[in-house]
């Protein structure tokens, strides 16, 4: 009934807006309905793609991608670990006012949900006649629960629930919609059906099925998110190219074996590119679906990631060089734990071979999208359309401030203000805590502690960071939550 009656909201809201804007003397940016894809990595830093200068691996499907539209050098994930970034992108809130703020996971599976109060960008798209799918990695809602993918506006959902079982290429089972799908080629230790495969599937039938009508598809891919694992023709092709190699011993079995905790990798390096290639090949393939289905002149495809790299089951992200310049890891608010990729293609509307300095973040999606679908509001949400910047049309807004917040790690807080950074650790703990102000325009690794130099702007930055959020009573600083 819930689900019924925001979907009514808005319609009514849908048309009132339009209704509005033919009243109008104004108009920015020709309202149409484009196919919406976008491709979410897990955990792939900010140099992991060779079109951002990944030198010892190529990824030719998504440097064609860039090379086809617009590559963006200053986009942010909503945060800097996987659920709460989710939320930032389906909400379009920073993490100061989105329900989810860290990975709280609710046993035996899933994390704790979005409520049913809040208003989704699948939910908006469907309002306005999208079909809307989410395959691959969800982490907003265990079953049965008002967050699931279907009582947030998906029509279809295949993947994971449960961001921690998704560690796992080979489970045990995966969810279509609200069954399980059980996968007895994995029982045991077997390892029969690797998940983004069968994902990839089910999401190019998506496609096929919805090509006659405009449709939004939310690929959140796992890869290359630990366990370090990949089908063998792909180890095989970097199998001993990337030496020394780093070996990684986990948990090969036992009663919890499969339910969160990484495999053994012996050959970790050759694994990260073999997934990370895999996913290549995923994205190629997407985009030649459209070109054979002659729907690519109108889709518009996001390829990013929820954050930077990660350091467990293997990953070596300073072999690869997997954050560039840029300090910090995943769980890190340094630029290496938010600032990733984000490449936008649409054909014959976003200029192909460019690229953008606009200062973005996940928030900024829903109105984007919701733009150039007609609607110039959504509601009351952090997020500003960047359409302006992909059409090269109209007046490109810009934030007065971006701003993230981590609850694990003793608390940790960002925010940034033009070329100002302010990084704020050990939220709470004043004996252990430290504040930080950097100049990212002369210091993009954050190198250099401003804040005793220009102490009228660390104030002025202090003050913004202490009052950009709303407080939570599931989300305080004092919690260590679960790292998914």
């Given at each position: 009934?819930?689900?019924?009656?925001?979907?009514?909201?808005?319609?009514?809201?849908?048309?009132?807006?339009l209704s509005c804007r033919q009243n109008t003397t104004t108009k920015t940016l020709e309202p149409i309905k484009p196919n919406i894809i976008y491709i979410?990595?897990?955990?792939?830093?900010?140099?992991?793609l060779s079109c951002y200068g990944q030198q010892k691996f190529k990824t030719p499907n998504i440097d064609k991608l860039a090379a086809q539209g617009m590559l963006?050098?200053?986009?942010?994930?909503?945060?800097?670990?996987?659920a709460p970034s989710r939320s930032t992108l389906m909400t379009g809130m920073h993490t100061g006012h989105t329900p989810i703020r860290g990975n709280k996971e609710i046993k035996p599976e899933g994390q704790h949900p979005l409520p049913d109060s809040v208003t989704t960008l699948p939910e908006v798209l469907k309002a306005r006649g999208y079909k809307t799918a989410a395959f691959g990695k969800w982490g907003l809602g265990f079953p049965g629960s008002e967050?699931?993918?279907?009582?947030?506006?998906?029509?279809?959902?295949?993947?994971?629930n449960c961001q921690r079982l998704a560690h796992h290429y080979y489970p045990r089972y995966l969810w279509r919609n609200n069954e399980v799908d059980s996968l007895t080629e994995n029982f045991g230790q077997a390892k029969g059906a690797y998940a983004?495969?069968?994902?990839?599937?089910e999401a190019k039938t998506f496609i096929h099925e919805n090509k006659d009508n405009p449709f939004f598809m939310y690929y959140a891919a796992v890869a290359p998110h630990a366990e370090l694992v990949a089908p063998e023709p792909y180890m095989e092709k970097f199998r001993g190219k990337f030496e020394p190699e780093k070996i990684y011993k986990g948990y090969d079995e036992g009663p919890g074996y499969r339910e969160g905790r990484y495999e053994s990798q012996p050959e970790s390096h050759a694994a990260f590119v073999a997934m990370i290639t895999h996913l290549d090949d995923r994205v190629g393939d997407i985009m030649s679906t459209l070109e054979e289905l002659g729907i690519a002149d109108n889709t518009l495809v996001i390829f990013t990631s929820d954050n930077g790299p990660h350091l467990e089951g293997g990953a070596d992200p300073d072999f690869f060089d997997s954050n560039g310049i840029y300090r910090g890891y995943k769980r890190d608010l340094y630029e290496g734990g938010i600032r990733v990729p984000m490449i936008a293609m649409w054909p014959g509307k976003i200029k192909a071979n460019t690229r953008s300095e606009h200062v973005s973040a996940f928030w900024?999606?829903?109105?984007?999208?919701?733009?150039?679908?007609?609607l110039e509001e959504v509601g009351n949400i952090d997020g500003i359309s960047f359409a302006p910047t992909l059409l090269d049309e109209g007046v490109q807004k810009n934030h007065k401030y971006l701003y993230w917040e981590f609850h694990a790690k003793g608390g940790r807080k960002a925010i940034r203000k033009g070329r100002w950074k302010l990084v704020y650790y050990q939220v709470g703990n004043l004996e252990n805590s430290t504040l930080e102000l950097f100049d990212l325009?002369?210091?993009?690794?954050?190198?250099?502690n401003l804040a005793e130099e220009k102490p009228k702007l660390f104030k002025e930055m202090k003050?913004?960071?202490?009052?950009?959020?709303?407080?939570?009573?599931?989300?305080?600083f004092a919690d260590e939550q679960f790292e998914g």
């Open positions: 009934m819930m689900d019924y009656l925001k979907l009514s909201v808005l319609a009514v809201f849908t048309l009132l807006v979410l990595a897990d955990d792939l830093g900010y140099g992991d963006f050098t200053q986009h942010y994930s909503g945060s800097t670990v996987c967050g699931e993918p279907l009582k947030q506006g998906f029509d279809f959902f295949y993947g994971y983004p495969d069968l994902i990839h599937k900024d999606i829903m109105p984007t999208v919701a733009e150039l679908t007609g325009e002369n210091d993009p690794s954050e190198t250099t003050e913004i960071l202490m009052n950009a959020r709303t407080s939570s009573d599931v989300f305080r």
